[in-house]
């Protein structure tokens, strides 16, 4: 069974993209505050959590890669198209840039060929963001990715849930996870997904796309890891 690893990069959209009725409504509780102090401080509280929504957000990179080969491919948002491929010992990475159209487009035709995914809280976030996004966008996704039932893997291993066996235990980040594996951290290089929003704003968009290729290379350590040690256990 071809399985492949992904993972996205997403970026809020700023308070000026939207109109005045859309501005109300997101900002509504911030604005019960009695203390014009703690109403600014919850509007920007609500700026920040921008890029968690599909409706307020944009994809800006996604990375896949493939469990067999060890080969990836990025696909990121840019000012100009472009095609790199870059070598890391056996294993080869390809870096495509474009809009988010040419992006999710891109992700829908490199996904389809596989029969299993592999994410890292992707049910919860990843999948419907996805989704979401190319619908607004007029794209028709080729794979329904939130099929089937969270307790299912049939086509779709969500690590944040079998590592937390659906909830039994605390939930940690992909960093915790991976040094607690002994497996290297993708955050230990100077970028982590707060600084998305920053780095895609300067325009340091080759940086996000390495940043996202480190998340699924490692998310696709700790899956080997998964399923040599719990997964399948009678």
């Given amino acids: 069974m071809a399985a492949v690893v992904f993972d996205i990069e997403t970026s809020g959209f700023t308070p000026e993209t939207f109109d005045k009725a859309q501005i ?3 900002m509504k509780e911030a604005e019960k505050e009695e203390d014009e102090a703690k109403r600014e401080q919850k509007r920007n509280d609500v ?24 080969n990836g491919i990025s696909l990121y948002c840019a000012d100009s198209e472009t095609e790199v491929e870059k070598k890391e010992g056996d294993n080869t990475f390809l870096y495509i840039s474009g809009d988010e159209g040419k992006v999710l487009g891109k992700f829908w035709e490199y996904v389809v060929k596989f029969d299993e995914f592999v ?18 966008l007029g794209i028709k996704p080729t794979r329904d990715l939130m099929a089937g039932t969270r307790y299912s893997m049939k086509s779709h291993v969500d690590l944040l849930e079998e590592l ?18 002994g497996i290297p951290s993708p955050k230990s290089h100077g970028i982590t997904g707060y ?15 390495e ?12 899956y080997r890891k998964w399923k040599e040690l719990l997964h399948g256990i009678r």
């Avoid at 700026?47 to 060890?70: C, D, M, R």
């Fill in 119 to 136: 994410t890292f809280n992707g049910r919860s976030f990843d999948c419907p963001f996805i989704m979401l996004r190319s619908a607004i």
């Fill in 164 to 181: 937390t066996y659906h909830g039994v235990t605390r939930k940690f980040n992909l960093d915790f996870y991976c040094k607690s594996f």
């Fill in 24 to 26: 109300d409504y997101l």
């Fill in 211 to 222: 940043y996202c290729m480190g998340d699924v290379i490692a998310t696709a350590q700790l």
């Fill in 47 to 70: 700026v920040k959590q921008f890029n968690l929504w599909p409706l307020t957000a944009q994809v800006v990179a996604i990375a896949l890669l493939n469990v067999e080969s060890g």
């Fill in 195 to 209: 600084d998305i929003n920053d780095y895609y704003r300067a325009g340091r968009y080759g940086e996000i796309a």
